[in-house]
């Protein structure tokens, strides 16, 4: 499974040191790098970027979260992290706990003191001594979470709660809309209670759709990223020895599950809301 990777040095050169290290051990092939950032706190606790690599498909989660660090503990989030903007303007804290748990944020506002410098990368690797062995030559340490798709999960949550709203609201409309006919009229306040339901439904099914575009979004954005990691791969075993093929071949097959469970995931939320729209 992927992981992000925590690393706190004392200084600049000591976090290039760092970086160089991760660039070392991917070209060695202990383990695959997918993206990473280096990031000073300064005196007044601001979060903010210092260099960044990685972009496009494979930096997109990494790029998430790192957006969310730097709105979550205060910085230019807009103009240092685009993907992130939308979401971080919007909820920082919901945007880092889609990804990470509450111990890893722990450990960021403890580790990533005013005036150090962090490397912060998404990799994969098959045993933690390679990169620990390097990091704390440097004088840190490694803090790892893994990625997690909680970000699916909390689709499906979500969909299922609504769902189960216009359910409810088709009930009752329908109900009113039986006792209002057995009466063969209606009162005035009744009518008002009939529209306003009406418009309830109708808001509901506007949320539902735009929950499965976005899912499908989600999805799109899930194969680039497999593709982009599987490319990527092949890029790291190409020249490689054959121990080192064998091990990256199993880190193919890892992405290839990881996304087979986030599709899993998505698919089975887009079924709900058809359900839903089309009862």
Do not use: C
Request: proline share 2%; charged share 30%.
């Amino acid at each position: 499974m992927s992981k992000f990777a925590l690393m706190v040095f004392a200084d600049e050169k000591k976090a290039y040191e760092g970086l160089h290290a991760l660039q070392q051990l991917h070209a060695e092939g202990s383990l695959t790098v997918w993206g990473t950032y280096v990031l000073e706190r300064d005196v007044g606790g601001w979060i903010t970027i210092v260099k960044r690599d990685y972009q496009g498909p494979l930096g997109t989660g990494l790029g998430a979260l790192v957006g969310g660090l730097v709105g979550l503990f205060g910085g230019p989030v807009g103009a240092a992290v685009g993907v992130a903007v939308g979401a971080a303007a919007g909820g920082v804290r919901d945007l880092v706990h889609l990804g990470v748990s509450d111990d890893f944020l722990a450990a960021v506002e403890r580790d990533l003191a005013p005036g150090k410098f962090a490397v912060i990368a998404e990799i994969s690797e098959e045993w933690i001594v390679p990169l620990d062995t390097r990091v704390e030559e440097l004088g840190a340490k490694v803090v790892r979470e893994d990625r997690l798709a909680f970000e699916e999960n909390v689709l499906e949550k979500r969909v299922n709660a609504r769902k189960m709203r216009l359910t409810q609201l088709r009930a009752e409309h329908a109900q009113r809309k039986a006792e209002r006919a057995r009466e063969r009229a209606g009162t005035k306040a009744e009518a008002m209670m009939q529209t306003l339901l009406t418009g309830e439904i109708e808001d509901e099914r506007r949320k539902l759709e735009s929950i499965a575009d976005k899912s499908e979004q989600r999805l799109d954005g899930a194969r680039q990223e497999l593709n982009a990691k599987i490319e990527a791969l092949l890029a790291q075993a190409s020249g490689a020895i054959p121990e080192v093929q064998s091990r990256i071949e199993r880190r193919m097959a890892e992405v290839r599950s990881e996304f087979a469970e986030r599709e899993q995931k998505l698919e089975r939320a887009r079924e709900l809301i058809k359900q839903a729209l089309h009862p």
